[in-house]
Structure formats: C-alpha cells, structure tokens
C-alpha cells in the first residue's frame, strides 16, 4: 500500500519560505518513473500543480511558481520536500504531495497516490 504523508509547519511569515516534507511509504522514490509532485489548493478554489521531480533529479515547475518554489529528494529517507520563498498571502493553500504518472499530471481532480493535505497559513 503506498502511502504519502505531508508534513511541517502550519503557519509562515510573509516574505519567508514554506517548507514541507513528503514522506513515502510502500513505494520507493527511486523506482519507476512516476512523477513526485507538489499540489495546492487556495481556499475556494481548484487544484493548482505547482511541479515534480522524477527520475534522480529532474524537476519541473509551474512557469508561475518556477522562480520561487524547489523540490528536492532524499533518497535515504524516502522523502521529498517542497520549499517556496518569499511567501505572501496569496500562497496560503491546502499543500498535498501525490505520486502520478504523466498522464495524471496536472488533472482537475485525485488520481494516483495523494497524501492527507496539510494547511499552510501565510500570516503575521
């Protein structure tokens, strides 16, 4: 059963960076070309993609976000992490991490494997 569990603070300054962990269970990060992905969703709205990375070291951003947000891994743990900078309060969301494939990537709606989400407050 692959399972994927979000974590780190709820509340961040403005003009600080978000920080959060994806941790993986029941699925290797450094197996099968899926696309380890960032996902949040802004109160009332949809699902916005913020990016992946896949294989060892390959990542992806949204042309939006790409100057501003970093995915990392970190095979030993079995972990990825999103870090978005000079955070305002636009950027408070609902952050969920997800294991997709391509053709899952980037849909309106859940598919593949998400984590619980966690609520991250931009505020001082």
């Known amino acids: 059963q692959v399972q994927l569990h979000e974590s780190g603070p709820g509340l961040v300054k403005p003009s600080q960076t978000l920080s959060l962990t994806c941790t993986i269970s029941?699925?290797?990060?450094?197996?099968?070309?899926?696309?380890w992905s960032w996902v949040r969703q802004p109160p009332g709205t949809g699902l916005e993609w913020i990016g992946y990375?896949?294989?060892?070291?390959?990542?992806y951003y949204s042309p939006s976000l790409a100057i501003r947000a970093s995915i990392s891994r970190d095979t030993s743990k079995n972990q990825y992490t999103l870090q978005l900078s000079s955070v305002t309060p636009e950027d408070t969301a609902v952050y969920y991490c997800?294991?997709?494939?391509?053709?899952?990537?980037?849909?309106?709606?859940?598919?593949?494997?998400w984590g619980q989400g966690t609520q991250v407050t931009v505020s001082s």
């Open positions: 997800a294991r997709v494939t391509a053709e899952e990537y980037g849909l309106a709606l859940r598919r593949g494997y």
């Open positions: 990375i896949r294989f060892r070291t390959m990542t």
């Open positions: 029941g699925a290797s990060i450094d197996g099968n070309d899926y696309y």
